[in-house]
């Protein structure tokens, strides 16, 4: 027995993974919720109306969104062209880490100037921290899971250290946290009084970008063509190794961009605690999404609904919080269940 | 060879019925194979040879239909009652262990698990006598590593032998044999079927049908469309029987040679693995002529297509395109520098199968300023090229935005041509242009190579087909283990003596040289 894609999906099929997959996991986190001792149409319920049953939640949901807009992002470019960026975790830090210490006073500049340069120095640290993991595979074959892996930790001890020491906050009573940052580092809100910032508006920005770098621009036609069959771009004359490079400086710019935006837009300082492993929940993001980059803003804020639904729900109804990452590892679970059965065959020999 | 008594049928073949889905790869097929006798079975790619042979050997289930060995119903689905039943098969790719002995190899997978040690003696015993009954000279004691690739069939079919076989089933045998090794598999098969074996011969080159068998079962989608007993039939009416329409080979006029366009002086290679790399190959590639390289795979022509194509770079000698060293030579360069480069492997190399037909039209320009502008794509102009290629070069495809992979071979590489042929290319490499092609877009190619070197294009044509080389190839070179032989005109060269220079022989300082 053996498995091979079907010769051409019909949109049904192509659509069809990601609502089995919303299914079936609805019904296996009811039947949880129901051994934890709850009623499951109530959290179900309260999960909603938690993520989305008022104004308040459903900023909160949108808040929650952006990095892992901006993670799930990162990975998505850079498994589309098989580089597997595992990293998104650190080059997030990297970027939080760049706007903490040119946005807390060093430079004093308007607004208006210093955010975009923040935005974009972030970014570049951000490439710059998956750039080593990608020189490592086209020059000498380190294969970039392991290395990106093994970076976030690195890159975390590194920031521990940065709060401890040079970063320290002088004000800070001790605590590991950095200064505040100056009023005109802060991204603005949306809306005037609700916590929704800019950073979301920023993030639907990049999606539509990458969007059409992916289908429109010859960078993504490089990046693309790399991913689905190397030997062959290769021949034909692209540029395999650069377009490697190029992608991880696109993808640790984007992970950046989420550091950038969580301590510029929400916390305005930076602790260890900035990112719940965004950088993680970026690779579940990216591929609920397919890697396509609007669908990464969909399973975003899908992603995050669970997890502000199940925080409320948890204070409710008291059936652990626990829930919603089972429910995501569920659903990740059975998207690719449902891609298997949907978009292959099996073949008895 | 017609026997006068009636002989004993040892398979019959009775309404075999297969499909796969919509595709009906064999409609109601019986023959049947008499003691002692050759069938060949003809047919081009696609037309259920090997469907057939894989549901004989038990690999496929028959939808309909029965097989009969020696008169008893073979149960379907079963590989080993074919092989206990007598049926040996030897596959076009060899499945042979490289680190053992022939013996070893031939051994292998005859012996219980429970037997502690093999008793070497007596089966050495029997691999001996078996080929010297049958001509198959191997040595059974050398590792399987180091024989030719001729040798390691005669291992293939001593193993078939081993296991008792009466009926062998040769898949396309003489694909990777030179003439020599081909004529002497032939007289072995002579051996073998006086011996009271019988033989399916699966191939598609007609000179051997010809040559080797007793009758000709021709298939055509899936159908039998005729039987021919040998005597009665001959090479022209088996073609036809066999694309369903008289074909005509391409009508080779004399090639007017001009100027050098690229040429190679005392070039050497790193070894790419297994392959040998070039070693001091000197060549020029005129306008206006074909040239031929042929020779055995595997003798150091990945390195020249590679070199040629841009993907490396000559270790030592001296590598000039058009009068001049390129700068920097990569695909790029070959392509700017006017290279079209039909690849040996179009699914891997040549295309992405993931890809829609005009992503891989444009995959070598993608960003020439026809189809981007400061580096956005134009993707209506990209397809409107595809439209014409399409239109041009009769791409049988549902349009411009169908994934290749599930375009047929023969328009796959019709693509190809129209993508590395659009630009009127002075250069052009086709690495087994035709390899699994049906005869139709064989003949296609091959009226496209010639009409580009009529035009004054300088056309390298590398394949391990002799007769396709010979046929077109005005100029000759064989390869053989990186070394190339001194070119040789069209019409003065035999095969027997290309096969000399394909078998290593003849070279400078060559170690078997006679």
């Known amino acids: 027995m053996r498995l091979e894609p079907l010769a051409n999906p019909t949109l049904l099929r192509r659509t069809a993974p990601p609502v089995l997959a919303l299914v079936m996991t609805v019904v296996i986190a009811s039947t949880l919720a129901m051994v934890a001792g709850g009623d499951p149409m109530a959290v179900l319920g309260l999960i909603l109306q938690g993520a989305a049953g008022s ?129 005109e580092a802060r991204l603005p809100r949306i809306i005037d009084g609700l916590r929704l910032h800019w950073g979301f508006g920023l993030a639907l920005i990049s999606a539509l970008i990458v969007w059409l770098i992916q289908a429109r621009s010859t960078l993504g036609y490089e990046m693309r063509a790399v991913g689905l069959n190397a030997e062959a771009a290769r021949f034909a004359g692209i540029p395999v190794t650069r ?59 899908f992603v995050a609904g669970i997890f502000v639904g199940a925080d409320s729900m948890s204070r409710a109804i008291g059936v652990p919080s626990y829930l919603a990452d089972i429910m995501l590892a569920t659903a990740l679970l059975l998207m690719v269940l449902a891609i298997l059965f949907t978009r292959f065959r099996v073949k008895r020999d | 060879m017609q026997g006068a008594e009636p002989a004993q049928t040892v398979l019959r073949l009775d309404k075999i019925t297969k499909r796969f889905g919509a595709l009906t790869a064999n409609d109601a097929v019986s023959f049947d194979l008499k003691k002692g006798e050759v069938i060949a079975l003809l047919g081009e790619n696609g037309a259920g040879k090997t469907t057939l042979m894989n549901i004989l050997f038990g690999q496929y289930t028959a939808d309909a239909g029965q097989v009969e060995l020696f008169g008893q119903p073979l149960p379907p689905g079963n590989p080993r009652a074919a092989l206990d039943g007598g049926v040996g098969m030897v596959h076009q790719h060899f499945t042979l262990a490289d680190n053992m002995t022939v013996w070893e190899n031939i051994v292998l997978g005859t012996q219980g698990l429970w037997q502690g040690r093999l008793d070497r003696a007596t089966a050495r015993a029997r691999i001996t006598d078996l080929s010297e009954r049958f001509h198959l000279a191997v040595d059974v004691d050398a590792k399987v590593g180091r024989l030719t690739v001729g040798e390691r069939q005669r291992v293939e079919i001593l193993k078939a032998l081993y296991r008792e076989a009466r009926i062998l089933i040769l898949d396309e045998p003489t694909a990777v044999l030179t003439p020599q090794e081909a004529d002497d598999l032939f007289a072995t098969l002579r051996q073998a079927v006086a011996a009271g074996l019988s033989v399916i011969f699966i191939s598609h080159k007609l000179h051997e049908v010809m040559a080797i068998s007793h009758r000709v079962v021709i298939l055509r989608h899936g159908r039998l469309v005729a039987e021919r007993l040998i005597g009665d039939t001959n090479p022209q009416e088996l073609a036809a029987l066999m694309v369903g329409a008289e074909v005509s080979a391409p009508d080779v006029a004399l090639a ?98 993931d890809f829609d037909l005009t992503e891989n039209a444009i995959l070598e320009q993608y960003n020439s300023p026809a189809f981007a502008r400061r580096g956005w794509m134009n993707w209506p102009a990209a397809r409107r090229f595809t439209q014409g290629i399409i239109e041009r070069y009769d791409v049988r495809c549902p349009g411009p935005s169908t994934r290749i992979r599930l375009l047929s071979g023969g328009n796959m590489q019709k693509l190809i041509l129209g993508r590395v042929l659009e630009g009127a290319p002075d250069i052009i ?27 004054g294009a300088a056309v390298l044509l590398i394949s391990e087909d002799l007769d396709e080389v010979m046929r077109l190839s005005d100029v000759i070179h064989v390869i053989s283990e990186g070394r190339l032989s001194p070119g040789f005109d069209r019409g003065t060269m035999q095969p027997a003596e290309l096969g000399q220079w394909m078998a290593g022989h003849g070279f400078e300082g060559a170690e078997h040289a006679s």
């Open chain 1, 55 to 183: 104004k308040f939640a459903l900023l909160e949901t949108l808040n929650r969104a952006t990095p892992l807009i901006f993670t799930g992002l990162a990975v998505a470019v850079a498994f589309r062209a098989k580089l597997w960026n595992i990293g998104a975790e650190a080059q997030l830090y990297a970027g939080a880490v760049i706007t903490v210490v040119l946005g807390t006073g060093a430079l004093q500049w308007p607004a208006f100037a210093l955010i975009p340069t923040l935005a974009v120095l972030s970014m570049l640290a951000g490439a710059l921290v998956l750039l080593i993991p990608a020189l490592l595979k086209t020059r000498l074959g380190v294969d970039e899971v392991v290395t990106t892996l093994l970076f976030n930790f690195i890159f975390l001890l590194f920031v521990s250290m940065l709060l401890e020491g040079p970063l320290k906050d002088p004000m800070g009573m001790g605590w590991p946290k950095s200064a505040r940052l100056i009023p």
């Open chain 1, 243 to 301: 377009v490697i490079l190029k992608t991880a400086l696109l993808s640790g710019g984007l992970a950046a961009l989420a550091g950038f935006s969580e301590v510029s837009g929400l916390k305005g300082s930076l602790t260890l605690d900035l990112s719940p492993d965004f950088g993680y929940t970026g690779i579940i993001v990216a591929m609920l999404a397919l890697l396509h980059p609007m669908g990464v803003v969909v399973a975003a804020i």
């Open chain 2, 256 to 353: 007017t040679p001009g100027k050098v366009l690229m040429a190679l002086d005392n070039v050497s290679s790193p070894d790419q693995g297994a392959a040998p790399g070039l070693d001091g190959v000197t060549l020029a590639l005129r306008a206006g002529q074909i040239t031929g390289l042929a020779g055995v795979s595997g003798n150091g022509q990945a390195a020249l297509s590679d070199l040629i194509g841009g993907l490396i770079t000559p270790a030592a000698g001296e590598f000039t395109l058009h009068d001049a060293a390129p700068p920097a030579w990569s695909p790029r360069a070959a392509v700017a520098g006017g290279v079209a480069r039909i690849p040996e492997d179009r699914h891997k190399t040549g295309t992405i199968a």
């Open chain 2, 429 to 455: 490499l086709a690495n087994q242009p035709v390899r699994g092609l049906d005869i139709g877009a064989v003949n296609y190619v091959h009226s496209q190579l010639l009409a580009a070197r009529d035009r």
